[in-house]
């Protein structure tokens, strides 16, 4: 059965729905971070994934061991629907670049397509273990999976029945599996300390990289040639062609995951300390350190315009972060000294509106 508020969005697509935190809050200590929560999971969120910017805006999906995936509005956070199904928890999420089909990968060895307009159910895929990522290739065609099997699968959503493709040489559990933008190539992080590149159409490995520690997270950026990796303290950023090593950073902590933004300017990364920080991407200088989660942070990612990033926690909560704070953006709205209503300070107001 679906829980969901999928009847809104039948027949006309993804629409954005009123604010549902029912409060008004405003923050006047001059211009700090001030990030929205977003509640409803009710154990650690582990995963999390934004689609591309839509006619109807963006869209962003939660993985969680609750085993309910959530859809919700991307600039807002406000909750269209649960995705229920799974019996056990949540390890990767997926959204098409339209939005309109989710994939979820689980505990309980399954993989499962679902229609993102309606929350209905379109295909399961049966796995060996338990699944902990799942991609939508390029042209939203294909699903890529990766496994505690040490295995990779792409399954052609035309032809759901069919065997999938599979692709053998990892020596542990996977981690992280996503496509080239062109969708040529597939990039994946395992527990066996490697990242490793393969042809699509082949299934031949065609590089690897060897790490100190287990990779935790990978990304590639939207500028296609800039591969993200975290593992132990460390932030890499490698050339996605080569995998020749361009920078790398050391973090306080041991960090489970990262992102760059959009146009390369900061990075973000969180992990065991609960800390959220920001660097600057060129020089590596720690530009804001802040903790807003009560447990380790577990998936970053910046949305597809970059005003903003997402964390997942331990603490069962997903957060809402400004790049750069003081606009006015989705929630968030700038309120000067004559606009702030009964009230008599004189400092900017950052305010986020139902």
Not at 101 to 118: R, S
Not at 236 to 262: C, I, M, N, R
Request: a negative charge; proline letters at 4%.
């Amino acid at each position: 059965m679906v829980r969901a508020m999928w009847s809104i969005l039948e027949n006309v697509g993804h629409q954005q729905g009123d604010n549902i935190f029912g409060k008004t809050c405003v923050w006047q200590m001059s211009l700090r971070q001030t990030p929205l929560t977003c509640s409803g999971h009710t154990r650690p969120v582990v995963d999390l994934a934004f689609s591309k910017i839509t006619e109807h805006g963006y869209f962003l999906i939660t993985a969680c061991k609750d085993g309910k995936p959530m859809l919700r509005q991307g600039d807002t956070g406000d909750w269209i629907g649960t995705f229920e199904g799974h019996k056990g928890a949540v390890w990767g999420v997926s959204l098409n670049k339209d939005a309109t089909k989710a994939a979820t990968g689980g505990a309980d060895f399954t993989v499962k397509l679902w229609n993102a307009l309606t929350g209905e159910e379109e295909h399961t895929f049966a796995h060996k273990h338990i699944v902990k990522s799942v991609s939508f290739s390029p042209d939203g065609q294909h699903l890529l999976t990766g496994s505690n099997e040490k295995l990779m699968r792409i399954f052609d959503l035309d032809k759901p029945e069919a065997d999938p493709q599979l692709f053998k040489g990892h020596d542990s559990a996977i981690k992280r599996v996503i496509w080239s933008s062109d969708g040529k190539v597939l990039l994946s992080a395992a527990d066996d300390k490697t990242v490793r590149m393969w042809d699509r159409t082949s299934g031949a490995e065609l590089k690897r990289i060897d790490l100190p520690n287990n990779p935790s997270d990978l990304e590639l950026n939207t500028d296609s040639r800039t591969l993200m990796v975290t593992h132990g303290n460390k932030i890499s950023f490698l050339d996605a062609d080569t995998f020749q090593k361009l920078k790398e950073f050391d973090v306080p902590s041991p960090v489970y995951s990262g992102s760059l933004h959009p146009d390369k300017r900061v990075f973000v990364c969180g992990g065991e300390d609960f800390i959220m920080y920001k660097y600057d991407y060129e020089t590596g200088v720690e530009i804001d350190s802040f903790k807003g989660h009560f447990g380790p942070v577990h998936c970053i990612r910046f949305s597809p315009d970059g005003e903003l990033y997402a964390s997942g926690s331990e603490d069962g909560t997903l957060r809402l972060w400004q790049t750069t704070v003081g606009r006015t953006y989705g929630l968030w709205k700038f309120v000067t000294p004559e606009d702030a209503v009964n009230s008599n300070d004189t400092a900017p107001v950052i305010k986020a509106e139902d």
